[in-house]
């Protein structure tokens, strides 16, 4: 853990760690172990039954995504994430009684991506209501993911725990436990800094409309367009292995369920020390070069993780993927939330997040069908192929945008990249 970044933070930003750690321990668990391992393990699925699943959880939380960024802008990120934590807590008893019902199972998958979605919405998009300098976000950013990867070492450990004891339906009871301890925390203890000025009823319109806002602040900047783009280049190649993953685990390697928990857990560790590392960089290196160094560094780990049957050989490709994606995940958030105003950055982010998590949809439909001829552990080495390969593809956009001129970072009189004091003029202190 890396304390300098802890010391530099406010009581306010800590509560805020420690109510995404909670919150992200009951997601995380459910996601590794819940749906992937339940879908191939508890149904019996093959790759079609996999990915169907995990096509109703991905396409749910687009829609989440979406949804979700229009409501931070409306309401701010902490009613969000209190509205959509009261929302889970109802999806997850429901969870319980799902047992071998595929299409419960189904319509629970898409209750648990659409909520998901939304929380983890409202975490992500707190940083500019707390901050607004670059080195600021970079501090909130980081504080955020630490606390969420943190998770993804104790979660899915936790959810192999208890697969490997009881029935799968089950882990389904930590995040009910779970998500109202962190929605107190957020209650009691959490509150925003800055309040942007937002539309009246009569200026909203519709949700579409504030949607095709967030659009448009992105077609307009040179700089989110390549956040976009690298956004889906990281996240691309995810979609082969939501749909094979689970299989590679039981057909492949022919280990047990609960194997994906512990696995998982090592990711995590890798996810958590890759925030770490981003946390103690200068401001000056997060920058485009080396978001496309971790996409790059990204692909090399999934190759090495799926390359071999040896499990050590497994581990160390699994952690170089965490570390890559831990890292890059609380960089680019820094990025677009610098170069996106106050008032529409949950518009842009949710934009931007519906996209990437749509596109996981792509490789969710074709990768059964090309595992059919090349075989599960062939298609996943490809999958980390391409992401290699989409990282060379942006390079010479990503060098034009760190060529860019100060003035041209510039959105709305906004000059989020200054260091020292705030210099936000519409969002005074509340």
């Known amino acids: 853990m890396n304390f300098k970044v802890l010391v530099r933070a406010t009581i306010n930003e800590r509560w805020l760690m420690l109510a995404n750690l909670i919150s992200e321990m009951g997601l995380a668990s459910v996601f590794f172990v819940g749906f992937a391992g339940y879908a191939a393990y508890g149904f019996g699925g093959d790759t079609r039954i996999v990915a169907l699943v995990m096509f109703v959880l991905h396409f749910s939380a687009m829609l989440g995504a979406a949804i979700g960024g229009t409501v931070v802008d409306r309401i701010g990120p902490r009613k969000t994430v209190l509205v959509a934590g009261a929302i889970m807590f109802v999806a997850c ?238 960089m680019i958030r820094t990025l677009i939330q610098a170069d996106s105003p106050l008032e529409s950055s949950g518009r842009v982010w949710g934009t931007i997040d519906m996209m990437r998590i749509g596109l996981l949809t792509l490789p969710l439909a074709v990768s059964p069908f090309i595992a059919d001829f090349l075989g599960v552990q062939n298609t996943l080495i490809a999958a980390g192929v391409l992401t290699i390969v989409l990282a060379f593809v942006l390079a010479p956009m990503g060098l034009r945008v760190d060529a860019r001129k100060k003035d041209q970072r510039l959105i709305a009189q906004v000059d989020p990249l200054a260091e020292g004091a705030d210099s936000v003029k519409e969002s005074p202190k509340t």
Not at 100 to 115: E, Q, S
Request: hydrophobic share 55%.
């Open 93 to 330: 008893i429901f969870g319980q009684f799902v047992d071998n019902r595929f299409y419960l199972f189904l319509a629970f998958a898409a209750a648990f991506g659409f909520t998901a979605a939304m929380i983890r919405m409202g975490y992500a998009s707190f940083a500019p209501y707390l901050e607004r300098n670059k080195s600021g976000l970079q501090k909130v950013n980081g504080l955020i993911t630490i606390g969420a990867y943190s998770a993804v070492i104790i979660g899915p450990a936790l959810g192999g725990l208890i697969t490997s004891q009881f029935p799968a339906p089950r882990v389904f009871l930590l995040t009910l436990t779970l998500i109202p301890i962190s929605l107190i925390l957020i209650a009691l203890r959490v509150r925003e800094e800055y309040t942007p000025k937002r539309k009246s009823k009569d200026e909203r319109g519709t949700p579409l409309n504030e949607f095709f806002e967030g659009v448009g602040v992105i077609r307009r900047s040179r700089s989110l367009r390549f956040y976009l783009l690298a956004a889906v280049a990281m996240i691309f190649s995810f979609g082969a292995f939501d749909a094979l993953e689970s299989v590679f685990y039981k057909s492949v390697l022919q280990v047990e369920m609960h194997w994906m928990g512990w696995m998982g857990a090592l990711l995590g560790l890798g996810l958590v020390l890759g925030a770490v590392a981003l946390s103690v960089l200068p401001g000056k290196m997060v920058s485009a070069r080396l978001l496309l160094i971790l996409i790059a560094l990204n692909g090399i780990g999934c190759v090495v993780y799926v390359a071999t049957h040896n499990m050590v050989i497994l581990g160390i490709g699994n952690f170089i993927t965490g570390f890559a994606l831990g890292a890059f995940m609380p």
